[in-house]
């Protein structure tokens, strides 16, 4: 049974984590992997590391939102979120990279994380697409295929959150090495 001493000392390491402030700093080859795919190469061990749970703030606020428009399927809300996906896209600062450069970040000593790198601003670009095209889906009453679109782009930013693994910076990879269009 847990008591509310381990439960304190998991929750200080877990901010620990976030804050990329622990003791020992080890990633996994998957990590990396996952990491570098996001356009992370240029970063060492130790600061992938330090950035793997906070970089992952964005993506799971999005991924709440997403759920909740799924449950919704209110295609006004969709279409806000849409917006959002493109804004993240488009220019280097989101709304939510905002919250957390002003309120996470100083309240945990969060690492920077700067401006996200193009595979997952091409994600973004993906997912807002894919959230789009389920928004006019829900508008013009085709509740399946909405529901459809909207919930792929909820597991892929679920798997995201949770696994680590950007579905749509693996796509950005694969046009770049077809030569679909030139990459970073």
């Known amino acids: 049974m847990l008591s509310p ?3 304190g ?3 200080e390491q877990f901010c620990r984590r976030i804050a990329g ?5 080890a990633i996994s080859g998957y990590q990396r992997y996952c990491l570098n795919m996001q356009g ?6 130790e600061a992938k590391a330090r950035i793997d749970l906070a970089q992952r703030f964005k993506p799971a606020i999005c991924a709440a939102l997403t759920v909740a428009a799924f449950f919704s399927q209110s295609a006004p809300f969709a279409f806000l979120l849409a917006l959002l996906g493109y804004w993240a896209a488009f220019f280097p600062n989101h709304p939510v990279d905002l919250v957390y450069a002003g309120v996470i970040r100083p309240a945990l000593r969060a690492p920077d994380l700067g401006a996200d790198p193009v595979p997952r601003r091409f ?4 997912a807002a697409t894919l959230i789009l095209i389920g928004a006019v889906a829900w508008q013009a009453g ?3 295929v909405g529901s459809i679109f909207v919930g792929m782009t909820a597991l892929a930013l679920l798997t995201l ?4 693994f950007c579905v749509g910076s693996l796509f950005y990879w694969l046009l770049v090495r ?5 990459g970073t």
């Open 5 to 7: 001493i381990s439960i």
């Open 9 to 11: 000392t998991a929750l």
């Open 21 to 25: 402030r622990e003791d020992t700093v």
């Open 40 to 45: 992370y190469s240029q970063l060492t061990d």
């Open 123 to 126: 994600a973004c670009g993906m």
């Open 142 to 144: 085709a509740t399946i």
């Open 161 to 164: 959150t949770f696994a680590d």
């Open 178 to 182: 077809r030569q679909i269009f030139r």
